[in-house]
């Protein structure tokens, strides 16, 4: 991800609607995987990978000890400050200081402490990250190392080549998903897909047309995010709408035929199973 993509993102993930939204649904997806593994009477261990600053960790931390992998450590650069000095990995975790009682979320740097990490974790999410990989069934295959027997996987990812805008750009995205094609790179990894859906349908229309007015009409569009469009009067209905379809879809009261992101539900297929 370029510098701007890390300071976007640590900017609106705590208020913007389509981060809000995003956060209902997958949290609901948690939950059924956490229930399915023995929550509450069993507290588990979930990994947030690819999870920036670590913001999401705390909502995680509802159904047991959560923690998070990423590339570089911004746990202690929540302004983007060292984001923009081009995001060199930290060497190694920094403790808090002697006088701050606060615990300090877990961040592991991929790939150096992912050995350590194998065979740990109940639940992984994995929140449009595999669009940035250059090998998305290579980077779903080291997930699934990362679970113990029986764990799950949540993932979300932005749908549909048609829809590449700056965002893609900034945040250095290698491709965007078909239902379709997220599923096969799943199974080819050796997972069984629990449910699957796209989300965002009703904000759909709009953001096709922003991206494309902005093709069409911004010499700069590739350095332009999509958290920054729209007037400030369009957010409350768009996150209405978001907000109900995360339920719906978080919940799996039904599978939506098309959306600007996708999710899914995976389990690990243990050796000797049949493929789903």
């Known amino acids: 991800m370029l510098p701007q ?3 976007v993102t640590l900017e609106h ?4 609607w389509w981060y809000r939204a995003r956060r209902d649904l997958f949290l609901r997806q948690v939950r059924r995987a956490a229930r399915a593994l023995g929550h509450p009477e069993r507290r588990l261990a979930l990994l947030d990978y ?3 600053a670590g913001f999401d960790l705390r909502s995680l931390g509802e159904v047991g000890t959560a923690e ?3 590339i570089v450590d911004l746990t202690d650069d929540r302004d983007g ?3 923009a000095d081009g995001l060199a990995p930290s060497p190694s975790p920094r403790p808090p200081a002697p006088d701050d009682n606060r615990s300090r979320d877990v961040i592991h740097i991929v790939p150096r402490d992912l050995p350590a990490l194998r065979g740990r974790f109940d639940i992984v999410t994995c929140l449009d990250v595999l669009e940035h990989l250059d090998d998305d069934v290579d980077g779903l295959r080291t997930i699934a190392s990362l679970l113990r027997t029986g764990g799950q996987v ?6 549909y080549s048609w829809l590449w805008s700056g965002e893609d750009v900034i945040s250095k995205h290698r491709r965007r998903y078909t239902r379709g094609s997220l599923l096969e790179a799943c199974r080819a990894a050796g997972f069984e897909v629990l449910y699957a859906s796209y989300f965002n349908l009703g904000v759909l229309p709009a953001m096709a047309a922003v991206v494309w007015w902005r093709r069409l009409w911004h ?3 590739r350095s332009e995010s999509n958290l920054t469009a729209g007037a400030g009067w369009m957010d409350a209905p768009a996150a209405a ?3 109900l379809e995360a339920r719906w879809v978080g919940d799996e009261r039904l599978a939506l035929p098309a959306g600007a992101s996708v999710v899914c539900r995976l389990r690990r297929r243990e050796p000797g199973a049949l493929a789903a």
């Open 68 to 70: 998070g992998a990423d």
């Open 5 to 7: 993509g890390y300071r």
């Open 241 to 243: 709408v978001a907000g």
């Open 81 to 83: 400050a060292r984001a």
């Open 219 to 221: 010499a700069g569009w």
């Open 13 to 16: 993930q705590g208020s913007h």
């Open 50 to 52: 690819g999870c920036a």
């Open 154 to 159: 949540v993932v979300t990812v932005p749908a």
